[in-house]
């Protein structure tokens, strides 16, 4: 298993440019997320979804938008990229479950985004 | 909502000693999760350690425990004979039940010094 993989894992953007963020898992995983991180702030979670055809608001939703069209894949669009959008951004997958059981959260390697 | 509060920002500690990051969290519920990951420079989110509300008994991985106080809602991570390649930030999450998402806190930097 590639486990979960993100692609670019570096870009530059001009303010106003927009731009998705690919997230892909190879798991079977009905879970997954995207967060970012910021200096001093942690992970903020921005979109996750529960299965296909299913997604949430986190934390920090605006000026991002994601679909799941299948259990693969989750992309995070940036509209129209901001100087405030600056991040790291980390997408993560994990089964679904229910009553007591825990599952393992796995995170990609991560996309460090600059935008000017 | 809930919130969790790491109030050590950097810390440090001799290779082969022992060092204790600190984590509060604030909630209203009782079933809930709570996990240590691991970042390394290499930017990759390793988790560490978790442990289930409902279980008394501390979690343990090796040279890494937890001690959960759940009355004061607090959850610190233990890291026994410190080895350079703990050098990290740390961050201390919680999940309220098993659907709910992670909330992190804002993350220790610990540097191991040799």
């Known amino acids: 298993n590639a486990g979960v993989t993100q692609t670019p894992k570096f870009q530059v953007l001009k303010t106003g440019q927009s731009m998705t963020l690919q997230c892909a898992q190879d798991?079977?995983?009905?879970?997954m997320s995207w967060y970012r991180q910021d200096p001093g702030m942690g992970l903020r979670l921005i979109h996750y979804?529960?299965?296909?055809?299913?997604?949430d608001q986190g934390e920090v939703p605006n000026g991002y938008n994601v679909s799941r069209s299948t259990t693969e894949d989750f992309p995070l669009r940036l509209l129209s990229a901001a100087p405030s959008q600056t991040s790291v951004y980390f997408c993560?997958?994990?089964?679904?479950?229910?009553?007591?059981?825990?599952?393992?959260?796995?995170f990609g390697p991560g996309t460090r985004l600059t935008v000017t | 909502a809930q919130t969790v509060t790491q109030s050590q920002p950097e810390m440090s500690v001799q290779e082969a000693e022992t060092v204790t990051l600190s984590c509060t969290y604030d909630?209203?519920?009782?079933?809930?999760?709570l996990f240590w990951y691991k970042q390394p420079p290499s930017r990759q989110m390793i988790l560490v350690i978790r442990?289930?509300?409902?279980?008394?008994q501390n979690a343990t991985e090796n040279r890494f425990s937890v001690n959960f106080q759940k009355a004061a809602k607090s959850f610190s991570l233990k890291i026994s004979d410190s080895q350079l390649g703990d050098t990290a930030m740390y961050f201390c999450?919680?999940?309220?039940?098993?659907?709910?998402?992670?909330?992190f806190g804002k993350g220790t930097k610990l540097s191991v010094k040799p």
């Open positions: 993560a997958s994990s089964y679904s479950t229910s009553g007591t059981a825990i599952r393992k959260q796995y």
């Open positions: 798991m079977n995983h009905e879970y």
């Open positions: 979804s529960v299965g296909a055809g299913i997604t």
């Open positions: 909630t209203s519920e009782n079933n809930y999760y």
């Open positions: 442990q289930e509300a409902y279980k008394q």
């Open positions: 999450a919680f999940k309220m039940g098993s659907q709910g998402n992670l909330i």
